[in-house]
């Protein structure tokens, strides 16, 4: 089925242990992004991709890095886990930015750091 | 600080009944959506308004952006169990950024 696609759906890391989200859409969509959702919080944007070549912060960057690798695949990176990163991690990608178009989400990666 | 309210946060009703939950802000948002999220899976888009005062219909559902585009309700007519999940709405302001509602959880009792 066409859609977004993340893997690992579960990790438990320790702290100071590295890792990568992967994520692919097959939708050729233009722009990528990662959300985190905490109880009490929803969705945060971490960082978007507008277009392929292109990445910008969102609203908690700190402690990530991305890379868009082609148009189809966006990773998420956590160099040094920290506890406060334990969340469940989503994917979403949009034909385009911008308010008129929707976005569709992956089933998410739920990831513990112990 | 959130910049869009959604009320009720928690909302547990009977097969049949009626409810509207919203979603307000002191900001002016260009447009705006609503998500069913439902465990363990991603939400999924239900409609985009974009027009201050819009009201789009899907099925039993009614979606209404307001007239100053700050706030905006979803009404569900004769809820079904089906319906159960997490409701989000998420507005856009002028650049590429979402702002996601912390979201109501609705549970339709058979």
């Known amino acids: 089925n066409a859609g977004v696609t993340q893997t690992p759906k579960f990790q438990v890391l320790k702290t100071g242990q590295s890792m990568t989200l992967q994520c692919a859409q097959d939708?050729?969509?233009?722009?990528m992004y990662w959300y985190r959702q905490d109880p009490g919080m929803g969705l945060r944007l971490i960082y978007y991709s507008a277009s392929e070549g292109t990445t910008d912060k969102g609203e908690v960057p700190n402690g990530y890095n991305v890379s868009r690798l082609n148009k189809r695949e966006f990773s998420l990176r956590l160099e040094s886990a920290a506890p406060s990163q334990t969340s469940v991690y989503f994917c979403?990608?949009?034909?385009?930015?911008?308010?008129?178009?929707?976005?569709?989400f992956g089933s998410g990666t739920r990831l513990t750091v112990v | 600080t959130q910049l869009l309210e959604q009320s009720p946060q928690f909302l547990s009703i009977q097969e049949g009944e009626n409810l509207t939950v919203y979603c307000n802000s002191s900001s002016v948002f260009s447009s705006l959506q609503w998500y069913r999220q439902e465990p363990g899976e991603g939400p999924v888009l239900l409609v985009t308004v974009v027009t201050g005062g819009e009201v789009k219909k899907l099925k039993r559902l009614t979606f209404q952006f307001g007239d100053a585009r700050k706030d905006s309700s979803l009404h569900i007519t004769a809820a079904q169990p089906g319906d159960t999940g997490l409701y989000l709405c998420a507005g856009a302001r002028t650049g590429n950024q979402f702002y996601f509602g912390t979201g109501t959880s609705l549970t339709v009792i058979p």
């Open positions: 939708m050729n969509h233009n722009s």
């Open positions: 979403a990608s949009s034909s385009r930015t911008g308010g008129d178009y929707g976005y569709t």
